[in-house]
């Protein structure tokens, strides 16, 4: 553990610090943290596909600078935002009438659900 023709005892450290944590692995191993956390599905493949397509003529309108080509940008990118909202909200509806139908059955669950909506940013980093 300590060798005295080493001066640095950053060294040092990080030696003892090594040992110590391969050690406790071999002895008790390692196991991951799992969160599972309910979230919006938001993504599809349609909405990949529309997003590709609005990046294929972005990239069109910047080679050309044509009217065209904008007015063509402009409406994919009204139709990227319609549809996302519209599975937002589907996904959100979704995710309401599964809390809503949770409070007739095992309510702590939906109780859980609420509490961490209503949590600030803040607390939610914390844990």
């Not at 069109?60 to 935002?81: G, N, P």
């Not at 937002?88 to 809390?99: D, N």
């Not at 859980?112 to 914390?126: A, F, G, M, P, V």
Request: proline share 1%; with cysteine; glycine share 2%.
């Amino acid at each position: 553990m300590y060798s005295p023709c080493s001066l640095n005892i950053n060294v040092e450290w990080q030696t003892l610090k090594n040992r110590l944590l391969q050690a406790a692995n071999e002895a008790l191993g390692k196991r991951k943290k799992r969160r599972y956390k309910t979230r919006l599905i938001l993504w599809n493949e349609d909405i990949k596909n529309l997003i590709v397509n609005k990046k294929k003529v972005c990239l069109r309108y910047l080679k050309t600078r044509s009217e065209i080509d904008k007015i063509e940008y402009k409406r994919l990118v009204a139709i990227v935002k319609r549809e996302t909202r519209k599975i937002k909200r589907q996904c959100w509806e979704t995710f309401v009438s599964r809390i809503e139908h949770d409070l007739h059955g095992r309510q702590i669950n939906a109780y859980r659900i609420i509490k961490n909506i209503n949590r600030t940013e803040k607390d939610n980093l914390q844990t």
